[in-house]
């Protein structure tokens, strides 16, 4: 299994980006996605997971409303479209999958099997 994550950059406070991670090896019809962050000097939170088992969805509060996160099992690729980004969002993302990754809306790294590498995202002022 390899999760490429690819689509971050340096972007303007109020623009968008869409991360994208492809996955190989692996049906995502079967597997809960999940993209995680780290921002510098701060612990790796989840930012949105969805679940395949009871299609539920989390996103964090910080995030809510402004993130959506998708996946397209023919591409075998998931997605987290981000909108009106403030600096408060510059850090390193990382795609992630598991079977019962978002199950119950959860989004934690007790529920990935497999990480991607990180794409940095830095939002300018």
């Known amino acids: 299994v390899q999760l490429q994550a690819s689509g971050g950059g340096l972007v303007q406070a109020g623009g968008s980006l869409r991360l994208s991670c492809a996955a190989s090896g692996v049906n995502l019809d079967y597997y809960g996605i999940g993209w995680f962050r780290q921002a510098p000097g701060k612990e790796r939170e989840g930012v949105s997971c969805?679940?395949?088992?009871?299609?539920?969805?989390y996103y964090s509060d910080s995030v809510k409303g402004r993130f959506t996160i998708s996946r397209d099992s023919a591409k075998s690729t998931l997605y987290l479209q981000m909108n009106s980004l403030n600096v408060e969002d510059t850090a390193v993302y990382y795609c992630?999958?598991?079977?019962?990754?978002?199950?119950?809306?959860?989004?934690?790294?007790?529920?990935?099997?497999?990480w991607g590498e990180g794409t940095l995202v830095t939002v300018s002022s």
């Open positions: 969805s679940s395949s088992v009871d299609s539920s969805t």
């Open positions: 992630a999958i598991g079977p019962w990754l978002g199950y119950g809306s959860s989004c934690h790294g007790g529920g990935v099997n497999n």
